[in-house]
């Protein structure tokens, strides 16, 4: 094949090394007052964003990042062609009526919460690939609108298990764009659906590992790279117990990733809250990775990095006729660009 | 910018002409009674595909098509990279659970009945950009389990109202390749979200025909093609009065298509029937595009047509909470290869 930008099975390569221009996220007091305080720049005090409904508030967030994202990037005279996005809500809905608002073409993605790291990856295939010069990848969660669409009426006040995660109310996205500065998306692997058998749907960071270490394991045998060539790898919301599993995982298969695995949901919440294991929905990995994250690899802090959001494939339908969870988890890899190149 | 391949503002060109090598599809009694009788080729006689419940039947005939393409794909020594689909249940469970099937890395797309020719654009960037050598795209919808998640129970026993439109049982799968013959994807244009105000969940003809106007007003903008120049312009599922709104909306704009434009909706079902105003679903464009329409462009009795999958963005909460029904479409254009290409 001319032009192949293929390595190994299942790894793609980005020669012209997309740049991810700008990032923005937005979080509600659950989050901002965590751990990563100092880096949520966008701090929403009231989770309804003056709006009649959850469902309403969370697209609100949506077309507020989407366009914090567009106003912040560098290079003013590019028009945006692509949005690229989904959500956890039926039919995507936080994403089609955002992208009503935005008036920019749309490009539908799902993967649950694996979302955010495939719109990066579809987008750096557009830019890359020629079909445009600018994108924007972004989504969102918000807790209420989760929380009562796949679990239990908020009314209800259900005791949490243990193993359970809490939905961030939040949102991010990042522009990325053929031009300008900031870090290079450099290579993407695109996950496989994984079953491990895994049946309670409190549990999702033990459903989800299986994928993410799969993925990774597939992208090092395809780039013979190895842990120790990044700095970061960071999962999307496996959480306290899903990051255990994935580690456990990859050292049967002798990879170790214990001193530079890193996880959303760990790092969005202080440990021993009502969070139990950590932080999950879209809306986790792409509030940190936009916020935080993006801001570690612009001070260049983080050189090279891989970034695996983690969904779970189950709707309620799905788990009340029996079904297991199965997971997905989309690899991109991201290194700051070097003097030279920005 | 480098390796451009954009035209115009919204249109993608696909200079190394990925072809449609093979295609499959399936339908049930309903669909396979109809004019198109004869063109469908994988007919099933039990709606349940021997499963217990309507969900777990959708996918399966979704496994089946992709299994179908894949095998009947002329180059068969070439993996298939990336499923590349969607479907109208939440959380696109028929997809992913197929893509555990089928273990090929699932990009998860989302763009309501618009989904085959999202799915077809996607792949074709994939193939083009050089990320992938061979992609399949499919999916599927099922009136059982569309109904009963969209609307009303199945034993409620619902009288439809006259500009309703029945939800295609059946699936289609597409393989495109960047070696072997078929059909050629050369243009796209990935569609906006329009909103025209409607509120009928019942009306989906009225709530799409909208945007499909936009995307095709859009391409023929971009390549300054006009309607004489195809044999063909299909839209998705407009159905009889959606297909009018179209022709109407696009006269306005001094744009005729009276004479080329078919619908899969309408052609799909006999006239005067229980169906209404026709066939709807993501299952109406990918059936009928993989079966009747691929034999056409293959006999060359279709030479060149776009064709231009239609959704409706809603959800049940989205109509409950009192919103509009946006619609978007994506548009692919399609050349038969010419005797030398192939």
Redesign the interface.
Known sequence: ??????LG??T?IFP?KPKIISACSLVVPEEYNGPLQKYFVNKVQDDTMNQ??Y??AERKMLTKVIDGAISARQVKDT?V??LIG?D??????ST??S??ET??????????CSTMS?SLA?GA??V??????TVACGTVSHFSSAER?YRTPLEQGSQRPAVSQWTVTGAGCSVIS??GSGPAITRA???????FGVTDVNNMGAAMAPACADTLQAFFQDTNASPKDYDMILSGDLGYLGSELLCDLLLDRNIDITKNHRDCGVLIYPKDTDKFQGGSGAGCSASVFNSYIYKKLMQKRIKKMLFLATGA??????SM?G?TI?G?SHLVEIECGKKEEV
Chains 1, 2 share one sequence.
Request: charged residues 20%; proline residues 3%; aromatic residues 6%.
């Open positions: 094949m001319q032009n192949d930008k293929r099975k299942r793609i012209s009649k409904t469902e309403k028009d062609q692509m989904g956890l809500l039926n039919q995507i809905i089609s009526f992208a009503r008036q920019i073409p749309l490009l539908g993605v799902y993967s649950a495939e579809v295939m557009a890359d690939g020629g079909y445009a010069s669409q053929s031009a692997t695109f996950g496989k659906v994984i079953d494939l189950l709707s309620t339908t799905s006729q079904e199965p997905i």
